[in-house]
């Protein structure tokens, strides 16, 4: 298929580059962040009017624009993004997630396309036809050019200017879909090498585009591989927005481990909601790994209270699936990762609203009727397929979510547009509760269904492999992978890795989950994005050891107590 995407690291090299990690120095983060103070401070005296430039763009879009500081749609109407990115141009013909997206009750899609740099370009039809699937399951598509991630650092990166001719190229599949659609030039356009220079591309890209006469809102992505950690965008974003004539333009911040701490997160975004500047987290993740554990907690829950949008990274495909919000772009495979997005607090399903154009915020006030008592089928030890009575509705029923009732809490762990879903990510051997509600377009919610009870299968035993290896060493210590591979037929969830070094070595620092040792023995229990292992899947953990002159690798491996084949 081409080039593989990205290997998993928070920000995300090009498939097959060299790991590079975004790491903090200290003095470096002081001065920038005094820089961007100080530059705040400067534009505030300077610039007055800002505020006011915002709100009374020279000339305004015909669909999605910005008004004040925030996205809005046609009609005015305030529009927040709540949606997944999805890796369109890596697998061309995964366009039916984009349905499997909706389910999920996404109101927003950010598709990868290439413009030929450095991936085959997608064609006029290929992108012609992503426009229009995304308006056939009623989500609004923010198209980013993937070739220019990483400029200035990685070789192989296109520029701006590439990218913006890219898009004039496709300007007539563009121009009439103003309302559906928002260009984001280009994913990540500068990397960590002098990331000043983002600023002038940028608006040149800005300005090449508005010259040509587009009127779609514009997405522009932060330098340092789209985490801003010097604060160059934070600190010129007014000037680069007064670049654009129409004021249509809105920017978009990757949150990945350079946001490790609330302060951080609440201070960047903070920072644009002040000075009107309009701001969406256009990427992020929240599993955590040896460079930190992002806050996504702080990232939705400040997003959901300041009105902003956010986009998770990402559907499916990652060549590291601890990001992919599902499996093999299988919804019935969702990940803990894609529960925490889609179902958990502040999450996708609880707070997205529809787009107006698509029929989204009608006055229809009555509520479906109440779904039918789900019956479960196929219980495993970490699933089970329901299935229920559909309900009725005025105007008609846009989907059904599925929650967990344990006494007088209910959890929702499940969407779906039909009437059945398989819940994953559940316990082995572990009763639950199951009801179900029906909502329609306008967000009306029925009544509850009645309850089912349902108890999980046992784990299996033995149905394991682990792979094992020594990534680098260095006097004292060394690096070390651990891959567990689920051979059996059932997803195995709240796993405890056994093995025993037998040379000394010790376990310093562990991503992927959590070591314990006593002398020689350690004992593994995962981080919550390594909790489930897929049946046929596989998670893989990484720590940093201390070792003597000899390093030998653990001759067995336990999983729940089972013997693990080696390899």
């Keep these: 298929m081409g080039a593989l995407p990205r290997s998993f690291r928070p920000t995300h090299p090009p498939p097959g580059a060299a790991v590079r990690r975004t790491r903090k120095s200290p003095l470096s983060t002081l ?48 529009f927040v993004m709540r949606g997944v990115n999805h890796a369109h141009t890596w697998y061309p013909n995964e366009l039916d997630s984009l349905a499997d997206i909706k389910a999920q009750g996404a109101n927003t899609v950010r598709v990868v396309l290439a413009d030929g740099h ?57 121009a009439g879909q103003e309302n559906y659609i928002v260009i984001n030039i280009g994913n990540e356009p500068w990397g960590n090498t002098d990331p000043a220079g983002w600023t002038a591309p940028t608006i040149a890209a800005i300005k090449k585009l508005r010259n040509a006469g587009f009127e779609h809102t514009i997405m522009v992505d932060a330098p340092n591989w789209g985490q801003d950690w010097q604060q160059v965008m934070r600190t010129n974003a007014q000037a680069v927005y007064a670049a654009d004539t129409t004021g249509n333009l809105i920017f978009s911040i990757h ?18 909601v002040s000075a009107k500047l309009p701001i ?44 992919d919000l599902v499996l093999n772009f299988d919804p019935a495979r969702m990940t803990s990762w894609g529960q925490r997005v889609f179902n958990g607090a502040n999450g996708i399903a609880q707070t997205a609203k529809e787009a107006t154009v698509f029929g989204g915020g009608s006055t229809d006030t009555q509520a479906p009727t109440a779904p039918g008592t789900p019956t479960a089928s196929v219980v495993t030890a970490t699933s089970a397929h329901l299935s229920w009575t559909a309900s009725s509705d005025n105007v008609g029923v846009a989907g059904y979510d599925v929650v967990r009732v344990s006494g007088g809490t209910e959890t929702k762990v499940a969407a779906s547009t039909t009437s059945s879903v398989t819940v994953t990510g559940l316990s082995a051997g572990t009763a639950y509760s199951f009801a179900v509600y029906a909502r329609d377009a306008a967000g009306n919610r029925s ?67 959590t070591a314990a040792q006593s002398g020689g023995a350690v004992t593994v229990t995962p981080a919550s994005y390594t909790n489930t292992i897929a049946a046929g899947g596989a998670v893989t953990l990484g720590f940093i050891g201390g070792k003597g002159a000899t390093n030998t690798a653990p001759a067995a491996f336990t999983l729940n107590g089972a013997a693990c084949v080696n390899g």
């Design 255 to 272: 949150m990945y481990s350079v946001f490790d701490t609330a302060a951080e997160v609440t201070d960047y975004l903070n920072a644009f």
């Design 447 to 513: 009544a509850r269904s009645a309850t089912v009870s349902v108890t999980t299968a046992d784990t299996p035993a033995g149905s394991c492999s682990v792979g094992y290896r020594v990534v680098g060493e260095w006097q004292g210590g060394f690096q070390g992978e651990i891959v567990i591979r689920n051979t059996g037929t059932a997803a195995v969830t709240g796993w405890r890795l056994g093995f025993t070094f037998a040379d000394g070595q010790t376990v310093s620092t562990m991503w992927g989950g």
């Design 31 to 78: 001065l920038a962040r005094l820089a961007a103070l100080v530059g705040l401070v400067v534009l505030g005296a300077l610039c007055p009017g800002t505020a006011q430039a915002a709100q009374e763009p020279g000339v305004q879009a015909t669909g999605l624009h910005i008004s004040n500081g925030r996205l809005v749609e046609g009609n005015g109407n305030d």
């Design 280 to 323: 969406l987290i256009g990427e992020f993740g929240g599993p955590a790994d040896q460079w930190g554990d992002p806050d996504e907690d702080t990232m939705m829950a400040t997003a959901q209270q300041l009105g902003l949008g956010y986009l998770a990274w990402s559907w499916s495909g990652n060549t590291d699936p601890v990001l």
């Design 118 to 174: 450095r991936w085959t370009a997608n064609s006029a039809a290929d992108v012609a036809d992503v426009i229009a699937q995304c308006k056939a399951n009623r989500l609004i598509c923010v198209l980013e050019v993937h070739d220019t991630t990483g400029y200035g650092e990685d070789s192989a990166a296109g520029t701006l200017d590439q990218a913006a001719d890219y898009w004039i190229g496709l300007k007539d599949v563009l």
